[in-house]
């Protein structure tokens, strides 16, 4: 099983990359393993301490769980994803059965942080996007996805998100091994992607990309 990181800060386009990576690769069996939904059990804290909780720190993801996954994955076995309610902030009472791909794409903002999780990539792949443009992306996908209002992105976006954007996610960027910037439409970082994958999986490479 071929693992590929791919990270890059909130808002920055990684889980469109991913699924254009996916609609490349044709009938390939294919994963995705998103670090959001990794992130711990809060039921034991009332409604509104949970959405004062840093959800850009490192700490507030079950990490370990998600290497567990992993491995379950590249030894052949299936693997119970968890279920985020980012409504409620807490975690879903059901789960996801993800079966080994050839491909799994993993993505989030903190994958690079974390060494035993850098060290299941076969290749991880940095989402670099101008701050400005990842905002509005994070203000829209909150809104119209997550039921939240305006004030309270704005909020959280200048008391954590962007403080631990520039504590962990931007450092971690010297771990990548392809820094792909403008976001995850990047047409020349798609093709060079999609490319080594072709070549990783023996395939022929196709003549047109999905864009």
Same mark, same amino acid.
């Given at each position: ?6 990270? /890059? ?10 699924? =254009?990576? @996916? ?7 294919? /994963?995705?393993?998103?670090?959001? !939904? ?13 959405? =004062? ?7 507030? =993801? ?21 279920? #985020?309610?980012?409504?409620?902030? +807490?975690?879903?009472? +059901? #789960? +996801? ?8 794409? &993993? ?17 991880? &792949? ?21 039921? @939240?209002? =305006?004030?309270? &992105?704005?909020?959280? #976006? ?13 450092? !971690? ?31 022929? #490479? ?6």
């Amino acid at each position: 099983m071929i693992v590929i990181g791919i990270a /890059g800060g909130s808002g920055s386009g990684k889980s469109t990359f991913a699924d =254009l990576v @996916r609609a490349n690769l044709d009938d390939t069996p294919l /994963g995705v393993l998103r670090h959001d !939904s990794f992130y711990r059990q809060l039921d034991h804290l009332p409604a509104e301490k949970r959405r =004062l909780v840093n959800f850009d720190h490192p700490d507030s =993801l079950d990490t370990p769980l998600m290497i567990e996954a992993i491995d379950q994955l590249k030894d052949g076995h299936s693997a119970r994803i968890p279920e #985020y309610d980012f409504a409620r902030n +807490t975690r879903k009472a +059901t #789960y +996801t059965l993800l079966q080994p791909p050839s491909v799994l794409l &993993v993505e989030g903002i903190l994958i690079f942080s974390d060494q035993e999780l850098r060290a299941r990539f076969d290749m991880k &792949v940095f989402i670099d996007t101008d701050d400005d443009d990842r905002l509005m992306r994070r203000i829209m996908r909150d809104m119209e996805e997550r039921s @939240r209002g =305006l004030k309270s &992105v704005l909020d959280q #976006y200048q008391r954590t998100v962007k403080p631990m954007h520039l504590e962990f996610v931007e450092p !971690s960027k010297r771990w990548a091994d392809i820094i792909i910037p403008h976001g995850g439409k990047n047409k020349v970082g798609l093709d060079l992607m999609s490319r080594k994958l072709h070549m990783l999986l023996n395939r022929t #490479y196709p003549e047109t990309l999905h864009q």
